[in-house]
């Protein structure tokens, strides 16, 4: 079943740190771009980041020097480390294949403050 599947979020104090993790089955990660979008209470889904098949990364301006995208091809799995958290990082982050419609189900990042 070709599918992505996030992990790794939950409650975190302002200044701390997650990482996301988004594993795929089905299909070899390595051959496709891979996204991070997130979407806050009340507000649109925006990309945060994407990597592309040579590890060339993107960030939003917003998490630029605190967010990194990457992905291990070994373990059919990209990450987002996500450092000094802010209260506005609060959303439910997904996982996308950039260019066709395959999205993860969602992983609720909450600031705790």
């Known amino acids: 079943q070709v599918q992505l599947v996030e992990s790794g979020g939950g409650l975190v104090q302002p200044g701390g740190s997650l990482r996301l993790s988004c594993a795929a089955s089905?299909?070899?990660?390595?051959?496709?771009?891979m996204s991070w979008y997130r979407q806050a209470p009340g507000k649109e889904r925006e990309l945060v980041a994407f990597?592309?098949?040579?590890?060339?990364?993107t960030y939003v301006d917003s998490v630029k020097g605190r967010f990194t995208i990457s992905r291990d091809n070994a373990k059919n799995t990209v990450y987002l480390q996500m450092n000094s958290l802010k209260p506005e990082d609060t959303a439910v982050y997904y996982c996308?294949?950039?260019?066709?419609?395959?999205w993860g189900q969602g992983t609720q990042v909450t600031d705790s403050s």
């Open positions: 996308k294949r950039l260019n066709d419609g395959l």
């Open positions: 089905g299909f070899t990660l390595s051959s496709y771009v």
């Open positions: 990597i592309t098949t040579t590890g060339r990364s």
